[in-house]
């Protein structure tokens, strides 16, 4: 299994960025996958997940109405648009896949993570 996450950096306040991230090593189209955060000092936190079909997606409420999670099963691709950024957001963002019949919080491999920076 192999999780490469791009897309990260440094946005202001209000801001947005796309993150993505490309699975390899294992059916895609067959797993529910996930989006995983760390900010600094903090244990990893779930913020968004998505059915192995695409059509059910879910999301915690600090995120919730803000970021949009989504895949492309023909790329192998997970994505995370990010709208509306605030400092509280800065953190290491992760790609995770979840085992079947697993929560989407619940995850068995996670990728090495891409950097998010909200400031001013």
């Known amino acids: 299994v192999q999780l490469v996450e791009s897309g990260g950096g440094l946005a202001q306040p209000g801001g947005s960025l796309r993150l993505s991230c490309a699975a390899s090593?294992?059916?895609?189209?067959?797993?529910?996958m996930s989006w995983a955060r760390q900010a600094p000092g903090k244990g990893l936190e779930w913020v968004s997940g998505?059915?192995?079909?695409?059509?059910?997606?879910y999301y915690a409420d600090s995120v919730k109405g803000r970021f949009t999670i989504s895949r492309d099963n023909d790329k192998n691709m997970l994505y995370l648009q990010m709208n509306n950024l605030n400092p509280e957001d800065t953190a290491l963002y992760h790609c995770?896949?979840?085992?079947?019949?697993?929560?989407?919080?619940?995850?068995?491999?996670w990728g090495q993570g891409t950097q998010v920076t909200v400031s001013s």
């Open positions: 998505i059915y192995n079909d695409g059509r059910t997606t």
């Open positions: 995770a896949k979840v085992p079947h019949g697993n929560r989407l919080s619940e995850f068995d491999f």
């Open positions: 090593g294992f059916t895609f189209s067959l797993y529910d």
